[in-house]
């Protein structure tokens, strides 16, 4: 009687282990030049590996790794800026294609089908054939064949870019304006994703939009560490919805007074920025943590919407770090992540907190880890910015009572969580 007890009790624990929640991976940039980026794999707690990309692959992912993204369920993509190749994996880590004909790499988009990627170089191989550029460009990679199939010219150093409603939202810095002999850029460039036809610069009256940008719906959040010495540092919220529906420049953006240098979107549409503000003149840093509502800021002209604030206890913990390097929100559970770079040439940190900001813990991790990818904790992935509540038009979300999102109800019972915010229990057969 006892051993089938034991039997039952076994076979009920087995059954009702939950799958792992917090599936992160975090690209360690290394340090430029010397061909030592890495690919850190965390899970529940725990740092699976610091050389993941080579324990998977048997070899090294390249010199300066800066941005990822997820396709689909199957694959994931990786800008390696100085090995000039766009590194394709599978969430398992495994290596299954490597595009290296787009040189000085920067910024990843996709719409599922086309991987997207900004250049500050100034050629480019297009099926098959050389092109040249006057300024920086964009490329299309189509994921059926790892080939480029397209490329346009937009402004000098195109940095972020994103993917909304069949367009593509190109943030030009021009920030080799002190070594090329050209001005600083301050437009946003808008290609139609399908013919990659160049539609519109929208002019943010903003130099040097610098970084990676972060979506939620129709807002992206773009920053600008100015010129350093007479421009200060920026916040821009756009807002493509009205860039779309072709209102004037001025009437599709807020600038805000605040540096942005790492920006996230939460999974109710928030923007969580942190940054720096460095001035040669002075020599001094001024540092800011806002939270960003772009509905309101939009709507009030900049008048509401930016509290300067991170939830719980987030800021105060991130002031104490070194180099802070970079924030993310893990969109299927709501737990924040930030990075410490510390001295830059040494092994940085991964810091943790609860949805609700309160720090978990910290990991040890490889030299300048910058970018996050939460992997869908089900494996189904519906895109990042379609998990994040759009405050305006975003779905219903389906929570199971493991916490897992879904925009389909699961078997069972549901938590649902509308667009407007409001929650309800559902069940589903």
């Not at 050389?51 to 992912?61: A, E, P, Q």
């Not at 000098?156 to 943030?171: Q, R, T």
């Not at 437009?187 to 009256?205: H, K, N, W, Y």
């Not at 915010?421 to 069940?427: E, L, M």
Request: glycine letters at 10%; hydrophobic letters at 35%; one cysteine or more.
């Amino acid at each position: 009687m006892n051993f089938l007890r034991l039997l039952f009790c076994s076979a009920l624990a087995v059954a009702t282990v939950a799958p792992a929640q917090e599936k992160l991976i975090v690209v360690n940039e290394g340090t430029w030049q010397a061909d030592n980026g890495r690919l850190s794999y965390f899970e529940d707690g725990t740092v699976v590996s610091n050389k993941w990309f080579r324990d998977v692959n048997g070899t090294k992912i390249g010199d300066t790794p800066n941005d990822i993204i997820q396709i689909n369920d199957e694959l994931i993509a990786i800008a390696v800026n100085w090995s000039n190749i766009v590194q394709f994996i599978r969430p398992d880590g495994k290596a299954v294609a490597a595009t290296e004909d787009i040189p000085n790499n920067r910024r990843l988009a996709t719409d599922g089908k086309y991987v997207y990627v900004t250049s500050y170089a100034h050629e480019c191989m297009v099926a098959g054939r050389m092109t040249d550029f006057e300024k920086g460009f964009f490329a299309k990679i189509d994921i059926s064949t790892f080939k480029v199939v397209a490329a346009t010219e937009v402004g000098y150093e195109p940095d972020g870019i994103a993917y909304y409603k069949g367009k593509l939202f190109v943030v030009n810095t021009g920030g080799y304006a002190f070594q090329e002999g050209h001005d600083y850029e301050h437009t946003v460039s808008v290609v139609d994703a399908a013919t990659m036809t160049l539609e519109r610069d929208v002019d943010i009256e903003q130099i040097n939009l610098y970084g990676k940008v972060s979506r939620s719906g129709r807002y992206m959040c773009i920053s600008s560490p100015g010129d350093y010495y007479e421009v200060s540092a920026a916040t821009i919220i756009l807002d493509c919805q009205r860039v779309i529906d072709n209102m004037p420049d001025s009437d599709c953006f807020v600038k805000l007074p605040y540096a942005a240098t790492y920006n996230t979107v939460g999974r109710d549409g928030t923007f969580y920025a942190l940054g720096s503000q460095y001035s040669y003149i002075s020599g001094d840093f001024i540092f800011d943590f806002v939270s960003i509502n772009p509905s309101e800021v939009i709507e009030s002209g900049g008048a509401s919407g930016v509290e300067e604030s991170l939830p719980g206890t987030i800021a105060e913990d991130v002031e104490k770090f070194g180099s802070p390097y970079g924030i993310y929100v893990n969109p299927y559970t709501g737990y924040y992540y930030a990075t410490d770079a510390g001295g830059y040439q040494s092994g940085g940190a991964l810091h943790q907190w609860n949805p609700e900001g309160q720090h978990i813990g910290s990991w040890s991790l490889y030299i300048n880890p910058g970018s996050f990818l939460a992997l869908p904790p089900d494996g189904h992935f519906s895109g990042i910015e379609d998990v994040t509540a759009d405050r305006a038009d975003g779905p219903e979300i389906y929570y199971n009572l493991q916490g897992i999102a879904s925009e389909r109800a699961w078997s069972g019972i549901n938590i649902v969580r509308t667009a407007d915010g409001k929650v309800k229990k559902i069940y589903r057969k």
